[in-house]
């Protein structure tokens, strides 16, 4: 083989070598529909897909926290409703006890009715969610209330994000709903204990005094329930809003990665056309350099 003819060879190898690459990498795009795997696919477009994977991953996490968040709401708020009812159905006990044409009798009867609604009470108080107790704060492994229904929970709010760098409170106060911590705020379970103790001395007096009260836990009740409802709204604004991100974001990952379908058919049938044909070439340099001999 003549320098000149090794030259020619060297040079075809090096074709083959270039157009088997080619398509390889034709075939690999053509099979798995991404243009863009490593960083040799191209380091901006590569750097560019981590980036947005990163953020897909942040939205995920940051929906399945909304998902989370937004059903323990949905439960206090349903645990609400129900304690409003246990209180309304106490507050139409007391209007029927106070009623003077009734019997002392009458009203022992009333008074083990309000003490079973009270622990009904207590309960709701005590509810729980995926993330732990519903009306304590940040305490959320603690019950709010103890067995003698004082507050065992703090005033400290949970807060989620809903936004880059914007999060909301998604707390509950128990405080609020079912003590006196509030301004003109009733202890229901003190308010409770009061009208039982009435109906269990028949004292007229005490009981119709006890609508008040009564009316108050209701008012307090309702604010609290208004409270949940107000974020389980802002909760659910701001899930729509991480899946319309999250779409965006996938349709920006896309761009970066992945390759038109027939445009990379069309490479693929283009780098095999080239690599046969860098074969060809080689083949015939090989005979030709084999009859110079």
Do not use: C, W
Request: no cysteine.
């Amino acid at each position: 083989m003549r320098i000149t003819d090794g030259i020619r060879y060297l040079r075809s190898i090096k074709t083959v070598a270039e157009a088997a690459l080619r398509f390889d990498r034709a075939a690999r795009v053509a099979a798995t529909g991404k243009r863009v795997e490593l960083p040799s696919d191209g380091p901006a477009a590569y750097a560019s897909m981590l980036a947005h994977s990163e953020r897909l991953k942040r939205l995920d996490v940051r929906a399945e926290v909304l998902g989370r968040t937004t059903s323990d709401l949905e439960i206090a708020e349903g645990s609400l409703a129900s304690a409003t009812d246990v209180v309304a159905h106490v507050r139409e006990i007391a209007v029927q006890m106070a009623n003077g044409t009734l019997n002392a009798a009458d009203r022992t009867g009333a008074a083990a009715e309000v003490r079973s609604l009270r622990a009904t009470l207590s309960g709701l108080a005590n509810s729980k969610g995926q993330n732990g107790y519903l009306f304590g704060g940040t305490r959320v492994d603690t019950a709010p209330f103890d067995t003698n229904a004082a507050y065992q929970g703090n005033l400290d709010a949970l807060r989620v994000e809903v936004a880059d760098g914007v999060t909301e409170s998604v707390s509950l106060s128990g405080a609020d709903a079912f003590t006196a911590s509030g301004v003109n705020g009733r202890d229901a379970f003190v308010v409770l204990d009061a009208l039982t103790l009435a109906l269990g001395a028949n004292d007229l007096t005490g009981i119709r005094d006890s609508l008040d009260a009564i009316d108050g836990v209701l008012g307090q009740l309702s604010n609290v329930r208004a409270d949940a409802g107000a974020k389980i709204d802002r909760l659910r604004a701001a899930q729509a809003f991480a899946t319309d991100t999250t779409v965006l974001v996938a349709k920006g990952r896309a761009a970066a990665v992945e390759a038109d379908p027939i445009q990379a058919f069309s490479e693929l049938t283009r780098a095999k056309t080239a690599y046969e044909q860098s074969l060809e070439v080689t083949k015939k340099l090989l005979a030709l350099s084999s009859l110079g001999q």
